[in-house]
């Protein structure tokens, strides 16, 4: 069983910045793409960046430039620093990782961007 927890979120005004964090514990071996996804009320899920056991990243188009993940293979924790952050941008993140074709997620947590 995998276990996600995730951290960082709060309230932030427009062009602030937040860093989330998602440590993963439990059978980790065999982990490879860990990220992140997005949901805001009456909203569908949707993907915002993930990263490969390699360090290969991908973005949503609208965090690119904004948002930047990584992570720490040997504290299995991914991060993801958002600047710039928009009231769009407020939504509960969801941490994923991918092991042997299935995919696991935390509780989330939630990112407001409000003046």
């Known amino acids: 069983q995998v276990r996600l927890v995730e951290s960082g979120g709060g309230t932030v005004q427009p062009g602030g910045a937040l860093r989330l964090s998602c440590v993963v514990s439990?059978?980790?071996?065999?982990?490879?793409?860990m990220g992140w996804y997005r949901q805001a009320p009456g909203n569908e899920r949707e993907f915002v960046a993930d990263?490969?056991?390699?360090?290969?990243?991908n973005y949503a188009d609208s965090v690119k430039g904004r948002f930047a993940i990584s992570r720490d293979n040997a504290k299995m924790t991914v991060y993801l620093q958002m600047n710039s952050l928009k009231p769009e941008d407020t939504a509960v993140y969801l941490c994923?990782?991918?092991?042997?074709?299935?995919?696991?997620w935390g509780q989330g947590t939630q990112v407001t961007v409000s003046s």
């Open positions: 994923k990782a991918d092991r042997f074709g299935r995919r696991s």
């Open positions: 990263i490969t056991l390699g360090g290969s990243a």
């Open positions: 439990g059978s980790t071996f065999g982990i490879n793409a």
